[in-house]
C-alpha cells in the first residue's frame, strides 16, 4: 500500500483509496488469509481512517479582488449615510416541488416519507427562488418563478420589489445600489441584464441604479447568502417542498433574534431563455462605466 496511502503529517492519520475487500484479496495471493472486517480493524490500528473531499483548496487570488471588496465597501457605506436603499440580489438553489427529500433534519416523531428517486418528471414543478435582501432593513423578499432564471427574471423581481417596498421604505428616493455577483441572470456580462434594468428600473420606474458585482468566487460574501438564503434553509431543512404553498410558507416563517423578516411571492410569469440585445441596444443604454474596475462597477439613470 506504500503507493495508495496519503496521509496528515501533524496528527499522522493516514487514508487510502483501496477497499477493505480489495486489500483482502492481495493479502490472500501471499498466502494470508483474512476477510475485509479484520482488515478494517487493522488499519485502524495502523492510524488509517475512513476519508471524504475537503473544499479547503482554493484559486489564487485575483489582484483586484481587494480592491472590488474595498470599493463595494466604499459604495455601501456611501449610500447608507445618504439613507438610500442597498439591496443585494442572487438566486437560491432551484429545489423540485413535490414529495422529495429535503437536506438536512428536524425534531419529529416519525421519519417523513418520501420518493426513493428525486426524478424531474415526477415533480409538480420546480422553484426557482429569487431573492432580493435590503441590507439596511434586514428584511428579505424572495420570488418564487417556475419557468427559467433569466436577466428578464431578476430585473422583473426587483421591480417587484421596489413596487411592494422600497418605495414605501425610502420615499422620495432616486437611486439605488445593487450588489451582486458576477455570473448568473444578474451576470456583469449579460447584454440582457443592464438593458432590461434600463428599460424597467430607470426608464420606468425613474432610478438611477449603481450596481457592484462580486469577484468571481467571493460570491459567499454577498450578505443575502448568509443573511437570507442560509436562514431560509434552516428553517426548510429536513422537509419535504411538496407545494408552492409549503415553499412561499416555510420562507414567511423564516425569522432570526437579529430581526430578520422575510416576504415570498409566487411569480407565475412564464419567462423565456435567449432574447439577444442588439449592438445597436447597448449604445442607447445610458450606462457609465466607474473608473474602478468598470466591468464589474456602473451605473445606469433614466433617459
Request: charged share 25%; net charge positive.
Given at each position: 500500500m506504500k503507493h495508495e496511502t496519503a496521509g496528515d503529517p501533524i496528527t499522522g492519520l493516514k487514508w487510502t483509496r483501496?477497499?477493505?475487500?480489495?486489500?483482502?484479496?492481495?493479502?490472500?495471493?501471499?498466502?494470508?488469509?483474512?476477510?475485509?472486517?479484520?482488515?478494517?480493524?487493522?488499519?485502524?490500528?495502523?492510524?488509517?481512517?475512513?476519508?471524504?473531499?475537503?473544499?479547503?483548496?482554493?484559486?489564487?487570488?485575483p489582484a483586484d479582488r481587494d480592491e472590488q471588496f474595498a470599493y463595494i465597501a466604499n459604495r455601501r457605506e456611501s449610500f447608507a449615510k445618504r439613507g438610500l436603499p442597498i439591496v443585494s440580489i442572487?438566486?437560491?438553489?432551484?429545489?423540485?416541488?413535490?414529495?422529495?427529500?429535503?437536506?438536512?433534519?428536524?425534531?419529529?416523531?416519525?421519519?417523513?416519507?418520501?420518493?426513493?428517486?428525486?426524478?424531474?418528471?415526477?415533480?409538480?414543478?420546480?422553484?426557482?427562488?429569487?431573492?432580493?435582501?435590503?441590507?439596511?432593513?434586514?428584511?428579505?423578499?424572495?420570488?418564487?418563478?417556475?419557468?427559467?432564471?433569466?436577466?428578464?427574471?431578476?430585473?422583473?423581481?426587483?421591480?417587484?420589489?421596489?413596487?411592494?417596498?422600497?418605495?414605501?421604505?425610502?420615499?422620495?428616493?432616486?437611486?439605488?445600489?445593487?450588489?451582486?455577483?458576477?455570473?448568473?441572470?444578474?451576470s456583469c456580462r449579460a447584454r440582457a441584464w443592464k438593458h432590461r434594468l434600463q428599460k424597467v428600473l430607470c426608464d420606468r420606474l425613474r432610478l438611477a441604479v449603481t450596481v457592484c458585482h462580486y469577484p468571481t468566487g467571493a460570491s459567499k460574501w454577498n450578505p443575502i447568502e448568509h443573511r437570507l438564503f442560509s436562514e431560509i434553509s434552516k428553517n426548510w431543512a429536513g422537509k419535504p417542498l411538496a407545494s408552492y404553498e409549503a415553499v412561499l410558507n416555510y420562507a414567511r416563517s423564516t425569522t432570526t433574534c437579529g430581526g430578520l423578516g422575510v416576504k415570498a411571492y409566487l411569480v407565475k410569469k412564464e419567462y423565456s431563455n435567449g432574447v439577444k440585445v442588439t449592438d445597436e441596444q447597448m449604445e442607447q443604454l445610458c450606462l457609465?462605466?466607474?473608473?474602478?474596475?468598470?466591468?464589474?462597477?456602473?451605473?445606469?439613470?433614466?433617459r
Open positions: 483501496r477497499t477493505t475487500e480489495k486489500i483482502a484479496e492481495q493479502l490472500r495471493e501471499i498466502g494470508i488469509t483474512v476477510c475485509a472486517n479484520t482488515v478494517c480493524k487493522l488499519l485502524r490500528q495502523m492510524g488509517y481512517a475512513l476519508r471524504v473531499n475537503h473544499k479547503k483548496l482554493t484559486a489564487s487570488s442572487d438566486t437560491k438553489k432551484k429545489e423540485l416541488i413535490g414529495n422529495f427529500k429535503n437536506a438536512g433534519s428536524a425534531w419529529q416523531r416519525e421519519p417523513v416519507l418520501v420518493r426513493d428517486h428525486d426524478f424531474r418528471s415526477d415533480a409538480e414543478g420546480i422553484a426557482i427562488p429569487y431573492g432580493v435582501y435590503d441590507v439596511q432593513a434586514n428584511l428579505g423578499s424572495l420570488f418564487i418563478g417556475n419557468s427559467h432564471d433569466t436577466s428578464e427574471f431578476a430585473v422583473d423581481n426587483l421591480a417587484r420589489w421596489w413596487r411592494y417596498d422600497g418605495r414605501r421604505r425610502y420615499r422620495g428616493a432616486t437611486q439605488l445600489l445593487i450588489l451582486a455577483d458576477g455570473g448568473g441572470s444578474n457609465k462605466a466607474h473608473t474602478t474596475q468598470p466591468a464589474r462597477n456602473y451605473t445606469l439613470k433614466p
